[in-house]
């Protein structure tokens, strides 16, 4: 069983890391007053995640994980606000705009759930699941960077630091819930901080 707790730790610790690494390419960005290889849509669409694990936490009454999703939705917020600031006026106002749009689609998406299902568990399962679907994106957006990087022969793209700490979070969230022996925890994998 201590086995179990040091994984427990180890996996909450990396998650926080992976949350910290946007850090990198947002100091930069800040400095230079440049918004290339900041992965604004990666920190939106984060913002949504763990707004809807927190919310999720918050019906299951876990302390670490309302801790660990509260601290992720407020470091990715602060990200896209940042973002929003160096673009300023000088960048497109319709990319902003569409952001934001479906920005709300996905936080409707949850205010739906929870006031359309009335069963607290199936409103739970309902809330996870859809955490999931979105998690899932979010794991796959740095691919479709790949993919582009490759056919366009250049590094631009996600920053470094971003996917080896993605890459750490999500080997210990898999570790972690095989040792437990749970599906759900190493399918659903990091950010939505399901143990």
Request: hydrophobic share 50%; with cysteine; aromatic share 12%.
């Amino acid at each position: 069983m201590e086995a179990i707790r040091v994984m427990e730790a180890l996996t909450l610790f990396a998650t926080l890391v992976m949350y910290l690494t946007g850090i990198v390419p947002c100091y930069r960005m800040y400095k230079s007053r440049s918004t290339k290889n900041v992965p604004f849509h990666f920190f939106l669409l984060g913002t949504v995640v763990c707004l809807g694990r927190f919310h999720y936490s918050l019906m299951l009454g876990n302390g670490v994980l309302i801790f660990l999703n509260g601290f992720g939705a407020l470091l990715q917020a602060f990200y896209v606000l940042l973002y929003i600031s160096v673009v300023g006026s000088k960048g497109p106002s319709w990319f902003i705009h569409l952001s934001v749009i479906l920005y709300d689609a996905a936080l409707g998406t949850y205010r739906c759930l929870y006031n359309n299902i009335e069963d607290k568990s199936a409103r739970a399962e309902a809330l996870g699941t859809a955490s999931s679907i979105l998690t899932t994106v979010l794991l796959v957006l740095p691919a479709f960077e790949v993919v582009n990087n490759i056919r366009n022969k250049n590094a631009d793209g996600m920053p470094a630091v971003m996917l080896t700490g993605g890459i750490i979070c999500s080997l210990c969230w898999i570790m972690y819930g095989v040792m437990l022996n749970d599906p759900v925890v190493y399918v659903r994998l990091p950010i939505e901080g399901t143990v």
